[in-house]
């Protein structure tokens, strides 16, 4: 199975969400904010490496993730970084640190009844919004995409801005399966 840029970039998201950037006081300073989780450290970290292997394989501006108020990103996430991460995914040593990122976003997701709620009102929008075989989220939030004929279309032009568009349901990213 073949895991793309935009579902371990996604799970970033979810990992760090609910987080706020750290301030510059000690933890018990006023105004401090609260330290991330385990697990979002953990992906700032693998996606740090992540960022290096891209420089190491060609890509020397590939920013490095940063936690920016609820979501971990790398840099201006425009075109340029989203299409720079589909090649580097393609490079067998940064796969297998996409692959370190799936697994811990793996073992650290949980989703709420309202959130998968929410995943059902964005595959609802993605479909009103032409891209008519969205499927609704599986019980453990994913969409059952890959291998399908909709994965090619998950980055095309059309789809992504059916997503701009719905993210008013959902914009904290979503994974594949």
């Given at each position: 199975m073949t895991y793309r840029p935009f579902v371990v970039f996604a799970i970033l998201a979810v990992l760090a969400g609910g987080l706020t950037a750290c301030s510059s006081g000690g933890k018990d300073s006023p105004g401090a904010s609260p330290e991330p989780s385990a697990g979002a450290k953990q992906a700032l970290e693998i996606g740090r490496r992540f960022a290096q292997c891209a420089r190491d394989h060609g890509y020397p501006d590939f920013p490095d993730p940063v936690i920016d108020g609820a979501k971990l990103k790398y840099g201006d996430w425009g075109p340029g970084v989203q299409e720079q991460s589909r090649m580097v995914s393609e490079v067998r040593e940064c796969k297998a640190i996409q692959d370190q990122?799936?697994?811990?976003?793996?073992?650290?997701?949980?989703?709420?009844?309202?959130?998968?709620?929410?995943?059902?009102?964005?595959?609802?929008?993605?479909?009103?919004?032409?891209?008519?075989?969205?499927?609704?989220?599986?019980?453990?939030?994913?969409?059952?995409?890959?291998?399908?004929?909709?994965?090619?279309?998950?980055?095309?032009?059309?789809?992504?801005?059916?997503?701009?568009?719905?993210?008013?349901?959902?914009?904290?990213?979503?994974?594949?399966?």
């Open positions: 990122l799936r697994a811990l976003g793996d073992a650290n997701s949980t989703l709420s009844a309202a959130d998968l709620e929410k995943l059902k009102e964005f595959a609802k929008c993605m479909r009103d919004h032409g891209i008519t075989g969205w499927p609704d989220p599986r019980a453990d939030g994913s969409f059952p995409i890959i291998g399908t004929p909709l994965e090619p279309e998950v980055k095309s032009d059309r789809s992504l801005a059916a997503k701009d568009a719905c993210k008013r349901h959902w914009d904290r990213g979503f994974r594949l399966s």
